[in-house]
Every structure is written in C-alpha cells, then in structure tokens.
C-alpha cells in the first residue's frame, strides 16, 4: 500500500493531519473520505483495514483526525457535532484541488452521522456506506449521562472516554440536540449502505433499521453479524471494506481497463500521459510495466529489464526441473535469483548509442533435495542450456515495421 501522510485546514485555519491510501499498481478510480468514530483517531486498526480492501480495489482513501483530536490542531473542547461535518467538508475540498473530488465517503458510528450530513454539502458525492452509526448525533449523549448534568451545570465537564479523559462543553450537548438526521435522510439522494451488527452494545441495532425506514432508494442494508461495535477483529474490518468496495462499484463511475488486442504474443501499450507505466499483453495475460519512481515512473509494475530477468529465471527453473524429473532426481524446489546489473533509464537516454557496456546477469540458484555434489553441478550446466539463456547468447535481430 502507497501512504502518504497529507495535511490540509479547517474553517479556523489549523492543520488538520491525514493519511492518504493509494493502491500499489494503479491510479485510483475514485476517492474515498473516511469518517472515524466518536473521539477516535485516524489510526484505528479497524479504519486502516477497512480502507486496505478499499485500496486494493483501486479506491484512494483519505482518514484523517478531527479537530482536536490524534495528530490534528486545536482543542477537542471547543468543538462539536456540526465542527465535524465542517472537517468532512474540507478534507473533500483538500481532494477536489489536489487529486480527485471523492465520491464515496464512509463513516463510522457518529461518524457516520458526520458523513450523511456532509454528503448533503458534496455534489460530487455519489455513496455514502455508514457502519454502526445511529440514526440520531444525539444518541451520542448516553456515553456522556453521568456527566450531563454537571456539563449543563458548570458549562463543561471532564469525562473518561474509552480510558481517555475529555473535556466536554454544553455548546457540544447543545449541538447535538439540535441536528435533525432523520431530517437528512429523508431527503437524501444518494446511494446508501447501511452496516450494521445486531450484538452491538453501543448504538443498537435499531438505529439502523430507523436510518433504512427514512432513507429513499436505493438504500441497501448488511447485517455484521457477530461483530462488535469497533470492528475489533481483522476479518471482520477486512470484510466490510471489501463489502462496501463491491456495493460502490454500482454508483460511482470506474473507467474500463482498456483491453490491448493484438494478434501478436506479445504487445505493448503506453499513453502519453502515462510516464512510463505501460499495459503489457502476453498471450492470455494482461500485465504491467514501468519504472521506479526515482527514474519518473510510478513503479506499478516491473521494469523492461525485470522482465528479462524473470524470462531467465522462470526458463532456467523449468529447465532444471524438467530434467531433473526426467532423470528421476529428487529436486523438490529450484529457486533462481537474477540480478542485471545495467540501469536501464539511463540506457534508454543513449539507445541510439552503442554502449561499452556489458550486459551482466548474475544468477544465483538453490536446490532443496537429496542431491549429490555431481548431480548439482549436472544441474548448473543444464541451467546454461535453458532456451532464454541460448537466446541471450545468441546472435539476435529485431526487424521493426510500422502498422496502420
């Protein structure tokens, strides 16, 4: 996984801290905004998990901390309910002028209150997948009970959440009571998935019903079965973002893998816009190729030379197997290990150039079997004689002509 640490601000100015997830082998089709739960931060095992499956859909997902919590500016005590919709608001700004205006936002528990009500303030926003989230902001004020009435008391009051104290205002209860989420939802018009698990303790399951009955169509419903309210257990977390990843793919746009046609073996394919990384078509296979960041690639997918090596390898480890079986030889694994020791960004600088160079791969291979030192030297020898190593010994021609 790509992580990018990012930081952007809020309406008061501070820096809020995020991390942004980025798939290893591609650009992202559409980003993501994730919402975290009541004094919760970014870092949650449960959020990184959830937007792994996200990311390996293709998905780039931003979490981030709200105001005045983890590793964000400001005090958590002068915030509320409303200043968190306000972050969501922001960090989907901080998306539009750098990479993507997002399409999906997710929140959990009150954050999922948060992102439908930021929804509502984001055009671009097509989905919206809430996980344990009750159907009322105010709900959130039976975690505060003992405290609600020195807050309404003295104005604010010190409560431990979760092991952690925090100071809570009575602007925060004020807040809470006056944002109206079924209000919300009956107007909504975006795409919805509700998750929601029937054994969690902390907001019931029937705010989940009650947040279905308010929505419009299309609204989808996903029992976590089993599942406690945080998302505690990895497949659990895993689950729901490769849940909400297969559900999105429905109401945001992702642009077709353009597929390479060709009648040849072995095609390539590269845009402009595309640096290096280029779609490759071997036989039935669809890979690709590219360069390593340092050299102004993206590193989605091995270099040309790589390929090469890996040519040689997997030819060499055929090779040795096949006459090992032939010979009835007890080689459970060959494993080959190729390094080519020419940098091929600077090569491609000069391949009008003859080089003086020498193209050197250096081979290292390992046996696992009951073998004799004179059956291991057999096999270094018939490693030489694999069809790619001939090859690359061999006097080649490439013969160019330009297609229609």
Excluded at 297 to 325: H, K, R, V
Aim: charged content about 25%; overall charge negative.
């Amino acid at each position: 996984m790509n992580i990018q640490k990012v930081n952007f601000t809020n309406k008061d100015k501070e820096q809020l801290a995020g991390r942004l997830e980025l798939p290893l082998d591609r650009k992202p089709h559409n980003y993501v905004i994730f919402a975290h739960c009541f004094t919760c931060t970014k870092n949650l095992t449960a959020i990184r998990n959830v937007g792994r499956a996200l990311t390996n859909a293709g998905f780039g997902v931003l979490r981030f901390d709200f105001t005045g919590l983890g590793e964000s500016e400001g005090d958590f005590e002068n915030t509320n309910f409303s200043g968190n919709v306000e972050d969501l608001v922001e960090a989907a700004d901080f998306l539009k002028e750098n990479f993507m205006a997002p399409t999906l936002i997710i929140g959990h528990s009150l954050g999922g209150a948060a992102a439908m009500f930021a929804a509502t303030q984001l055009p671009s926003i097509k989905a919206v997948a809430v996980i344990n989230s009750p159907s009322s902001p105010s709900h959130v004020m039976h975690l505060l009970k003992d405290s609600e009435q020195e807050i309404t008391k003295n104005g604010k009051a010190k409560v431990n959440l979760g092991g952690v104290d925090f100071t809570i205002k009575k602007q925060f209860l004020d807040d809470l009571k006056n944002k109206s989420l079924s209000n919300v939802v009956s107007d909504f018009r975006k795409a919805l998935l509700i998750l929601h698990s029937p054994q969690d303790k902390i907001v019931g399951i029937k705010n989940a019903e009650e947040i279905y009955k308010a929505a419009h169509h299309p609204k989808s419903f996903i029992s976590l079965d089993g599942v406690d309210h945080l998302l505690s257990k990895k497949e659990d977390s895993k689950y729901v973002g490769e849940v909400i990843a297969g559900w999105a793919s429905r109401y945001v746009e992702i642009p077709p893998e353009e597929e390479l046609k060709s009648k040849s073996k072995v095609a390539a394919s590269l845009n402009k816009d595309e640096n290096f990384t280029t779609n490759l078509k071997l036989g039935d296979h669809y890979l690709i190729a590219d360069e390593p960041t340092t050299f102004g690639g993206n590193n989605f997918g091995p270099s040309p030379y790589e390929f090469l090596s890996a040519g040689l390898a997997a030819c060499t480890a055929m090779t040795i197997q096949m006459y090992a079986t032939r010979k009835k030889w007890e080689v459970e694994n060959v494993s080959v290990h190729i390094n080519y020791s020419k940098d091929h960004a600077v090569d491609c600088e000069h391949c009008e150039e003859d080089s003086a160079k020498i193209d050197t791969f250096n081979r290292d291979i390992r046996f696992k079997g009951n073998l004799t030192d004179e059956q291991k030297n057999r096999l270094l020898e018939i490693a030489d004689k694999c069809p790619v190593h001939k090859t690359l010994h061999s006097k080649t021609q490439v013969i160019t002509k330009l297609i229609d």
